[in-house]
């Protein structure tokens, strides 16, 4: 039996609030999403873009952290072959397709319309996990939007111009929430991406998780100068967008880190007091520990005692 490997992508465009997949029709009138092979050298990424663009002409932008498998057997000149193929999730904000001279047309369709052309059961199951995810990135697309003009409503804020955006996989079962980007976090962008961020992701680790799979994000969104802790008016004007977030993501679990975000999830005021406590709320499970920025400052007894709440939080996670 031989083995070959694939790769492509759903691609998506929005129209008058609508999202459309492309599909392109094949000689028996089957439909499928731009791929093929493989090729030496390349990752399933660069596989993907290049057959998506010579399948359909199409520029596209990959949307972060959705990657999908599935694997199945066909025969070919009686030779029996067990495909792997990998799907990745691209946007694009044309409609005009150029189609290749191995496919015979093709179509834009919504949810409903691409699961009832759809011939395959596994992939019926992929197509509606990514109509899910662009739901997800859609919401939060608009969310990082309200982000920005709310700071553009409120110039008299010394907080930095530069939004830091939640980072991961929307889809994630775990969620960190910390308080407000650092010096590094507004220059990258990125939560959590100093000195903090590389205590953050080995705590992460001895709670059995990996950090691309968790979805991290803050309190308030903009550097405050001086990493000055944010302001009571600032927490207040951002939190609506903070819930909003957690409402895209539907995490199971959330790791509050720091007094601030403790506060503003919990209404705690003091982590000390407060720390390795498990909360139920709202159907979810709210994990409470120090942020890691303490474990910088403090004497080695906070950090220790991080690492024994990092460890009964991958615990608690592990066994659900």
């Not at 039996?1 to 029709?25: D, H, P, Q, T």
């Not at 011939?119 to 739901?135: E, P, Q, S, T």
């Not at 976090?185 to 959590?192: A, G, I, T, V, W």
């Amino acid at each position: 039996m031989r083995f070959e490997y694939s790769a492509g992508g759903f691609v998506y465009r929005v129209e008058k609030g609508r999202v459309l997949m492309l599909f392109l029709i094949n000689k028996e009138g089957k439909i499928g999403s731009p791929k093929g092979h493989i090729e030496k050298g390349e990752h399933a990424a660069e596989a993907a873009q290049r057959e998506i663009r010579e399948e359909s002409g199409l520029n596209v932008e990959f949307i972060p952290y959705f990657k999908v498998k599935t694997k199945y057997f066909f025969m070919h000149r009686n030779e029996k072959i067990l495909k792997e193929l990998t799907l990745f999730l691209a946007r694009t904000s044309s409609a005009k397709v150029r189609v290749s001279d191995e496919h015979e047309d093709f179509v834009w369709l919504d949810r409903e319309g691409a699961l009832s052309r759809n011939d395959y059961k596994d992939m019926g199951m992929l197509i509606g996990k990514a109509f899910d995810y662009i739901g997800r990135y859609e919401a939060m697309r608009k969310v990082n939007a309200e982000y920005e003009e709310l700071r553009k409503k409120h110039r008299e804020w010394d907080l930095s111009h530069k939004f830091v955006p939640g980072d991961g996989p929307l889809d994630a079962k775990v969620m960190v929430v910390g308080q407000a980007p650092g010096a590094n976090e507004d220059l990258l962008q990125k939560p959590f991406v100093g000195r903090s961020g590389q205590i953050l992701t080995a705590m992460l680790k001895l709670a059995k998780l990996k950090r691309e799979e968790v979805y991290i994000t803050s309190c308030v969104q903009y550097f405050p100068p001086k990493n000055r802790l944010p302001t009571k008016t600032e927490v207040a004007a951002f939190k609506h967008l903070l819930f909003e977030q957690l409402g895209i993501v539907r995490p199971k679990f959330v790791i509050i880190v720091g007094n601030l975000s403790c506060h503003t999830l919990l209404g705690y005021d003091k982590v000390r007091e407060n720390h390795g406590k498990i909360v139920r709320k709202d159907g979810i499970t709210y994990f409470i520990t120090f942020h890691p920025a303490m474990a910088l400052r403090s004497s080695k007894v906070v950090a220790e005692l991080m690492r024994q709440d990092f460890k009964k939080i991958g615990e608690k996670i592990s066994g659900t």
